[in-house]
């Protein structure tokens, strides 16, 4: 059974950083395509980077080069790291997983995390 678990996330000042985890069980990321989405009230889900296993990252319209994704196999662990924090990134974000090439589309992925609270707020 493909599991997600997320951990990270919080509040953060703007100007800050953090790094969210996402952790797999019941596959491996050297067969799977892992990508991060946000949420933000009242808007639509939407891509943020994926990886995978050869290295091959895509990053979606809506964010610059502040997001850098990494990945761990040997833990079977995605990392997104956010720098340069702004108000705006402030959403709900969520990891996901499937068999496949990278992309930044939310209908690619039948596997998602639990979603973790991200707040850029002074």
């Known amino acids: 059974q493909v599991q997600l678990v997320q951990s990270g996330g919080g509040l953060v000042q703007p100007g800050g950083s953090l790094r969210l985890s996402c952790a797999g069980s019941g596959f491996s990321l050297r067969h799977y395509a892992i990508a991060w989405f946000r949420q933000a009230p009242g808007k639509e889900r939407e891509g943020v980077l994926c990886i995978t296993s050869d290295g091959r990252s895509q990053r979606g319209d809506s964010v610059e080069g502040r997001f850098t994704i990494s990945s761990d196999n040997a833990k079977n662990t995605v990392y997104l790291q956010m720098d340069s924090l702004k108000p705006e990134d402030t959403a709900i974000y969520y990891c996901?997983?499937?068999?496949?090439?990278?992309?930044?589309?939310?209908?690619?992925?039948?596997?998602w995390g639990q979603g973790t609270q991200v707040t850029v707020s002074s």
């Open positions: 996901a997983a499937d068999q496949g090439r990278c992309s930044v589309l939310v209908r690619a992925y039948r596997y």
